[in-house]
Nanobody
C-alpha cells in the first residue's frame, strides 16, 4: 500500500522560511509527478506546485511563484517544498500528492495523497 508522509510544518512569523518534506513508500517514485496542495479553513484545496518525475520541469501557482521552490530526490523517494518569505495567507494544511496524469494543477487527478502538515504564519 502506498504511503506518503509529510513533515516540516509549524508555526512561524511572516517573512520566515520553512521546508516541507514528503517521503513516499511503495511507489515507483521517479515516474510520478509530485505535487503540493494546500487547504485553508473554509476554502477549497488549491494547487501550490508540481514537479515532473525527472525533476526537469516545475510548475507553480502565481501566489507562490518566486517564494516557493519544489524539488525532489528520487534516490530518497522524497519531494520538498522550500517556502520563503512566508505570509499569513500561506497558512493552511499542506498536502503532497502523486499523479501519472498531465493535469498537474487539478487535485482530482492525483492518485495518492499524504495526510497533510499544518503551516501557520503569524503576522
Amino acid at each position: 500500500q502506498v504511503r506518503m508522509v509529510e513533515s516540516g510544518g509549524g508555526l512561524v512569523q511572516a517573512g520566515d522560511s520553512l521546508r516541507l518534506s514528503c517521503a513516499a513508500s511503495r511507489l515507483t517514485f521517479s515516474i510520478y509527478t509530485m505535487g503540493w496542495f494546500r487547504q485553508a479553513p473554509g476554502k477549497e484545496r488549491e494547487f501550490v506546485a508540481a514537479i515532473r518525475g525527472s525533476g526537469a520541469s516545475t510548475y507553480y501557482a502565481d501566489s507562490v511563484k518566486g517564494r516557493f521552490t519544489i524539488s525532489r530526490d528520487n534516490a530518497k523517494n522524497t519531494v520538498y517544498l522550500q517556502m520563503n518569505s512566508l505570509k499569513p495567507e500561506d497558512t493552511a494544511i499542506y498536502y503532497c500528492a502523486a499523479t501519472l496524469h498531465t493535469r498537474w494543477t487539478v487535485a482530482s487527478f492525483y492518485e495518492y495523497w499524504g495526510q497533510g502538515t499544518q503551516v501557520t504564519v503569524s503576522s
